[in-house]
């Protein structure tokens, strides 16, 4: 079969797989961490994910995807509007034809509860770590955890300019 003729039967047969999809009009999410479940197939409006492909927001019929987080925020909008916003230091988001979508992530914490200052600290840590490392795999975990660490600081930070009042 030539490869031309091999193409159009592909994309016939993939226009008519596309028609046959049903997708929700609502989005499940099932997020969770080795610690602790966030949402167990709770309906949610959106959800921002950070991944290495680049960051993405997640709605009610989005196409499947797969794909893995990096250090970052992870952005929950419920359905009454409400925005939660959770620091993951890595982990995994599938997306499925039924609009549900499952973030597992190795470690999550709602930002609210992350202290800048110890953020911060752990940050400097690392950097020494890092800049004293004596073999190339004590220098790569502790560019990992540089990498994760500054993630932290960011997401702490942004916690804290999301939450201060506005100057009267």
């Not at 009454?80 to 999550?108: C, H, P, R």
């Not at 992350?114 to 911060?120: F, K, L, P, Q, V």
């Amino acid at each position: 079969m030539s490869f031309v003729k091999n193409a159009r039967l592909l994309a016939a047969r993939g226009a008519r797989l596309a028609q046959n999809r049903s997708y929700s009009d609502e989005m499940k999410l099932t997020f969770a961490a080795a610690n602790k479940t966030f949402y167990d197939a709770a309906v949610v409006r959106q959800i921002d994910v950070p991944s290495f492909s680049g960051s993405f927001g997640i709605l009610a019929k989005h196409v499947p995807t797969l794909a893995v987080l990096k250090p970052g925020v992870v952005q929950v909008v419920e359905n009454d509007g409400k925005t939660l916003k959770f620091f993951v230091s890595s982990g995994s988001v599938t997306v499925n034809e039924d609009s549900s979508v499952q973030v597992l992530a190795e470690e999550a914490h709602n930002i609210e509860d992350i202290d800048a200052n110890e953020a911060r600290q752990l940050l400097a840590k690392y950097q020494s770590q890092l800049s004293s490392a004596g073999d190339e795999k004590a220098k790569a975990q502790a560019a990992i955890a540089v990498e994760v660490a500054e993630a932290l600081v960011k997401a702490a930070e942004l916690d804290v300019i999301t939450t201060q009042p506005p100057p009267q």
